[in-house]
């Protein structure tokens, strides 16, 4: 796994809160050889030694590691190195590479490179061409140059095509890594395990059994600092055409014939292709959007989206979205799957409850008003964990049904800290593992299918705002479910917050 990490845009906040503190982590644990070195290219003139103090504030900062004296990091910022560069400047990259080529020598790195792009889309098309035009692109067999593209990939099915021709003009489809840093996160690739391994659930995860699904992302927080940005992007760009269609597919999906990287995406893409087409006439009853107004979180009262730093004071942007899904394979044919993400919202969380029909009672039972639907919830984040929802005796002489619920939690112990996800998806490059990044054909195929909404969109001056920070979202969003006589399962969070967690970690 000998290799030089490139990372373009590495002065900004993704490589000092993420990527450094990601390859610290790593080193500290020992799972990167010595054989590895980072070199961040930024456009702000600065020497390795402003740069590496930089780094290690920042590692201290944001690491996960809970290491006060951090025993590794002088090691590892001995790896760290600095280059200035102009993205826009075609001449300053062969200086790049003869800087790259020495450190190869140095470190016998073998000429394996991953380049990451820590950039905007805007500054893909001049790093490609550079680092081509230089001659940084390793055509021997014995060496690897892998590229790994942020999010947002495009910003509809047109501009994503561009950008995915701009990089198969130098790099090939294996080399090309479209990371999505929600599949790192420990309970994402518990998913399958949970479903492939246990018989008492891939039995049972049909239509025959299951009422319907939930996948939830929501955030208290609102757009912070990212206002430009999201002014372009919305929650359906930022969330739903990546995270949420991600979880869904994951979700959904048939039991590969192996968990490696070409069995999984063929299953995902089977889902994508079968979810069902929205008609523009069927949109609005089944999409809903949202902007939150000012509100109450945590006690503080927080501004309207529109008042926010960048945004325009007549936006449109969304900041939430609902909608309903159907799926049409014989698996899930009759079964809504309900997504959902939003800023500004009462709790932080993502989420999947998956909600099972109910079952044929005997006489006596199907009268209790306190019988509710067996529900298995996997807690992504902020808690890492898993819990199902059955029916009980209540104890006492009287027959009585109380709900009852059994869990695990593997992040509420003290002490213990899952590693952070871009831990996961830099090892995976650095493997070759592309199982857990986006192929071109799920891009292509989740543009198409949210193009299709905001086609439907075009025109129509959204209500907003129509929802207050600190509420679930815009009442149509509850309608959405409550016209197919369900519910969102906020009613979890009352009857299993987290101290409630903790309580049930302690005792499985």
């Known amino acids: 796994m000998s290799c030089l990490l490139v990372i373009f845009g590495g002065t900004g906040d993704l490589a000092h809160r993420k990527l450094y503190p990601a390859v610290y982590n790593l080193i500290a644990s020992s799972s990167l050889p010595d054989e590895f070195v980072v070199v961040s290219v930024g456009r702000r003139e600065k020497s390795n030694e402003i740069f590496r103090t930089e780094t290690e504030e920042n590692i201290k900062k944001f690491s996960r590691q809970n290491n006060e004296d951090f025993k590794s990091l002088n090691n590892a910022l001995s790896r760290f190195y600095y280059f200035n560069l102009d993205f826009i400047d075609q001449t300053g990259y062969f200086n790049l590479r003869q800087f790259l080529n020495e450190l190869d020598e140095v470190y016998s790195t073998s000429g394996n490179r991953i380049f990451y792009m820590a950039v905007s889309p805007e500054n893909f098309l001049p790093i490609v061409e550079g680092l081509h035009k230089a001659g940084m692109i390793a055509t021997r067999d014995e060496a690897y140059n892998r590229v790994v593209i942020e999010k947002p990939f495009g910003s509809d099915f047109h501009t994503s095509q561009k950008l995915n021709g701009i990089l198969r003009n130098v790099f090939g489809e294996k080399d090309i890594y479209r990371i999505d840093h929600y599949l790192g996160k420990e309970m994402i690739q518990n998913i399958m395990t949970i479903r492939f391994a246990n018989a008492i659930f891939e039995p049972l995860w049909n239509n025959k059994y299951i009422d319907h699904i939930q996948i939830t992302s929501s955030e208290t927080g609102g757009i912070e600092n990212r206002g430009s940005y999201y002014e372009k992007s919305g929650a359906m760009r930022d969330m739903v055409q990546n995270h949420m269609l991600q979880l869904l597919m994951l979700t959904a999906m048939d039991v590969p014939t192996k968990i490696d990287a070409q069995s999984v995406r063929d299953q995902k893409l089977k889902i994508l292709k079968a979810i069902r087409p929205l008609k523009k006439e069927s949109v609005e009853g089944l999409v809903v959007r949202g902007q939150y107004d000012e509100g109450i979180i945590s006690d503080k009262k927080v501004l309207a989206y529109r008042s926010e730093s960048g945004v325009n004071p007549d936006s449109n942007t969304e900041t939430f979205v609902a909608m309903r899904i159907d799926i049409d394979t014989e698996r899930w044919n009759g079964v809504p799957f309900y997504i959902r993400t939003g800023k500004r919202l009462p709790y932080k969380t993502s989420e999947i409850a998956v909600v099972f029909k109910n079952p044929l009672l005997p006489e006596g039972l199907e009268k209790d008003s306190m019988i509710k639907a067996n529900t298995l919830i996997i807690k992504v984040q902020p808690q ?122 302690a005792h499985t």
């Open 384 to 505: 890492e964990a898993m819990i199902i929802w059955l029916n009980g005796k209540k104890p006492g002489t009287i027959s009585e049904i109380t709900p009852i619920s059994m869990g695990f939690c593997q992040n509420c112990s003290v002490g213990e800290v899952s590693p952070d996800a871009y831990e996961r998806l830099l090892l995976d490059v650095l493997r070759g593992d592309s199982a857990l990044f986006a192929g071109w054909d799920e891009v292509e195929y989740s543009w198409k299918f949210i193009d299709n909404i905001f086609e439907s969109w075009h025109g129509e001056i959204p209500d907003f705002p129509n929802y207050a920070a600190g509420t679930w979202g815009p009442v149509a969003a509850e309608e959405l479910l409550t016209r197919d006589g369900r519910q969102w399962n906020e009613y979890i969070w009352r009857c299993f917050n987290y101290e409630v967690l903790r309580c049930v970690n």
